[in-house]
């Protein structure tokens, strides 16, 4: 790679664009020396494995900037689909203004008839290319995160993966998984620090986000308190049952809220504690906030309704903060 860069540059190159960059042998060490050798190149470099690029011990960090491109939010989607174009809108906007905010959108698109098919099968921009193999597809995304991304870790084997299939099909099921890591070590057959290791780097893969209490601290081998899987097609493709309707209601208010670069807690009252500020709890359209004891800044995000009244939001419009 450094020949090419040095040829390249020799030739008049300017930009060297570098895809799926992880698949070569010290990739980082090469980028690090072709930055500092033909300075007079810019370097942008992609990778499809979140786990293999934070495996490199080379410190590219006073070199690169890292990107990290999330799924499809369901205002892209919406564009993707030629439903509509529509500008993102701000958390703070959205709880000041949702009602007029809901209304002004739910006449140029009816978001109740979109959101279910995002929610199954809309996250992933490679469902324009087939929509009848998109399953299999994230089904191989999977496969190869757990089955080839993962295998540096000590004590991972064959029939480890196995069994944590089983844990992410039981991910989709929950309403939402509450974890004994404890147990759970014993019945996979690995140690706990080994299990909060592997959780870490799902995570970092992107198949799963992890809750921890207000107040806790952050660290890999802290135990999460809640786990869900990262989005809500994930769901759809695991399961091939019918998923549980709170499950991927809060699934899918974890994942927006999360993409949008928002601090996701979990209360001792409510669902979530977005920012250290705001209190949610997320329910059907007749659900009310009584959980919430009338904390300031509570909010009730609802299912199944076009526009919210009060601190009642429809959740689809979460949907619009990416």
């Given amino acids: 790679m450094v020949n090419l860069a040095e040829e390249f ?3 008049g190159g300017e930009l060297l664009i570098l895809d799926e960059v992880h698949k070569y042998p010290n990739w980082a060490r090469e980028v690090k020396n072709i930055y500092d050798f033909q300075r007079n190149l810019k370097i942008i470099f992609t990778g499809s494995s979140i786990i293999a690029l934070f495996r490199e011990n080379v410190d590219l960090s006073r070199r690169a900037v890292f990107y990290n491109l999330p799924g499809l939010s369901f205002r892209e989607y919406l564009k993707i689909e ?4 529509f500008e993102p809108i701000t958390l703070n906007n959205l709880l000041s203004n949702h009602e007029s905010i809901a209304a002004h ?7 109740l008839a979109h959101l279910p098919n995002y929610i ?6 490679f469902f324009k290319e087939n929509p009848n193999t998109y399953f299999i597809r994230i089904e191989q995304v999977l496969k190869l995160v757990l089955e080839f991304d993962l295998q540096f870790i000590k004590g991972i084997d064959s029939q480890n993966i196995r069994k944590l299939y089983q844990l992410l099909y039981v991910l989709s099921q ?4 509450i974890p004994n890591i404890s147990k759970l070590s014993e019945k996979i ?8 290791l592997y959780l870490d780097y799902l995570e970092k893969a992107k198949i799963i986000n992890s809750l921890q209490a207000s107040g806790k601290s952050t660290s890999i081998l802290q135990k999460p308190d809640k786990i869900y899987l990262e989005n809500t097609n994930l769901g759809h493709a695991i399961s091939k ?4 309707l709170g499950n991927e209601r809060e699934t899918f208010f974890l994942n927006q809220l999360k993409n949008s670069n928002h601090h996701v807690n979990l209360p001792k009252l409510g669902d979530f504690l977005i920012d250290e500020t705001f209190l949610f709890e997320i329910g059907v359209s007749k659900k009310s906030a ?4 009338n904390q300031p800044n509570s909010f009730v995000a609802a299912d199944g309704i076009e526009v919210g009244f009060g601190n009642k939001i429809p959740i689809w419009l979460f949907g619009f903060l990416y």
């Fill in 189 to 196: 057959g690995i140690t706990r620090n080994t299990l909060l």
């Fill in 290 to 293: 009584a959980q919430l004891n």
């Fill in 82 to 85: 030629s439903i509509g174009d």
């Fill in 241 to 244: 049952q019918e998923i549980n």
């Fill in 105 to 111: 959108l739910s006449d140029r698109f009816k978001p």
């Fill in 120 to 125: 199954k099968g809309g996250y992933y921009p």
């Fill in 174 to 177: 929950s309403v939402p998984f």
């Fill in 9 to 11: 540059e020799k030739l």
